[in-house]
Nanobody
């Protein structure tokens, strides 16, 4: 059974840090491109960061470059999002996504999300 379980969300003051985790089961984690999206109230879903588990290349939204770091642990089937110097505009539900092209299995899975609130 495929599962993506996010954790680590919560309430943090501006300028603080938070680490989100996404634990994956039920598919070939090492074949996936793992992504973190976020969705704020009344806004569309935004891609925040992505990492390819083959090769480890990463990319980030301009709004989080230099503040957020995505990393993966293939041994633990887990992807992380380290969030530093957070801002109120980072407040959103953060969702984990696992995607692979057809040649690597062809899948697109989503977690339920974890709430991140940045407020003083």
């Amino acid at each position: 059974q495929v599962r993506l379980v996010e954790s680590g969300g919560g309430l943090v003051q501006p300028g603080g840090s938070l680490r989100l985790s996404c634990a994956a089961t039920g598919f070939t984690f090492s074949s996936a491109t793992m992504k973190w999206y976020r969705q704020a109230p009344g806004k569309g879903r935004e891609l925040v960061a992505a990492i390819t588990n083959i090769g480890g290349s990463t990319n980030y939204a301009d709004s989080v470059k230099g503040r957020f770091t995505i990393s993966g642990d293939n041994a633990k089937n887990t992807v992380y999002l380290q969030m530093n110097n957070v801002k109120p505009e980072d407040t959103a539900v953060y969702l984990c996504n696992a995607w692979a092209p057809r040649i690597l299995g062809g899948f697109d899975y989503w977690g339920q999300g974890t709430q991140v609130t940045i407020s003083s």
